[in-house]
Antibody, heavy 118, light 113 residues
Framework: EVQLVESGGGLVEPGGSLRLSCAAS????????MAWVRQAPGKGLEWVGR??????????EYAAPVKGRFTISRDDSKNTVYLQMNSLKTEDTAVYYC?????????WGQGTLVTVSS | DIVMTQSPDSLAVSLGERATINCKSS????????????LTWYQQKPGQPPKLLIY???TRESGVPDRFSGSGSGTDFTLTISSLQAEDVAVYYC?????????FGQGTKVEVK
């Protein structure tokens, strides 16, 4: 059974940084593309970005609101994907979900809450 | 960006009755080379992460009850729950994965009448 466990969320001031981690198990992680999706409190889903599997170059794509501020990376030796978030804004407040990505997201973590507030 | 618009925003259906949710994309999500639509449906229950129901517009994910079905092509899609059960109360989202950035509909809340 595939399991994705996010960590690293918390309270951060505007302009600050945070790194989220997502530990994966139950899958051949190096063969999986991964994505991040977020959900602001009481709102809908917003795609953040994705990273291809390393054998496909590990390339990334991002949504416009986070491009240039957020970076997705992976460490296949640790079965972990990361979301580095810099220059955080209040509108980045959300639950951040890590997903296994096949174009669609076929497996989701429980999410980690990021609150950007002074 | 492809804009996804769902209708209605919410609906209340009696137990055992049919629920129908529509999703319209601002441009076609059909891959002409494969004749497949890059459209997926998710179900999100309160306090839980979303769950994949349908991908390629009409392929049911393993383990999803057959009362859930997806249809449509091009720009117009439908998720049908043939006989609503109490456990189907949730918000349902469509998403296109035809082009970046991937985009979601605003969600449709399904409740029991």
């Amino acid at each position: 059974e595939v399991q994705l466990v996010e960590s690293g969320g918390g309270l951060v001031e505007p302009g600050g940084s945070l790194r989220l981690s997502c530990a994966a198990s139950g899958l051949t992680f190096s063969s999986a593309s991964m994505a991040w999706v977020r959900q602001a409190p009481g709102k809908g889903l917003e795609w953040v970005g994705r990273i291809k599997r390393t054998t496909d170059g590990g390339t990334t794509e991002y949504a416009a609101p986070v491009k240039g501020r957020f970076t997705i990376s992976r460490d296949d030796s640790k079965n972990t994907v990361y979301l580095q978030m810099n220059s955080l804004k209040t509108e980045d407040t959300a639950v951040y979900y890590c997903t296994k990505y096949s174009g669609y997201s076929d497996c989701w973590g429980q999410g980690t809450l990021v609150t950007v507030s002074s | 960006d492809i804009v996804m618009t769902q209708s209605p925003d919410s609906l209340a259906v009696s137990l055992g009755e049919r629920a129908t949710i529509n999703c319209k994309s601002s441009q076609s999500v059909l891959y002409s080379s494969t004749n497949k639509n890059a459209l997926t449906w998710y179900q999100q229950k309160p306090g839980q992460p979303p769950k994949l129901l349908i991908y390629w517009a009409s392929t049911r994910e393993s383990g999803v009850p057959d009362r859930f079905s997806g249809s449509g092509s091009g720009t117009d899609f439908t998720l049908t729950i043939s006989s609503l059960q109490a456990e189907d109360v949730a918000v349902y989202y469509c998403q296109q994965y035809y082009s970046f950035p991937l985009t979601f509909g605003q969600g449709t809340k399904v409740e029991v009448k």
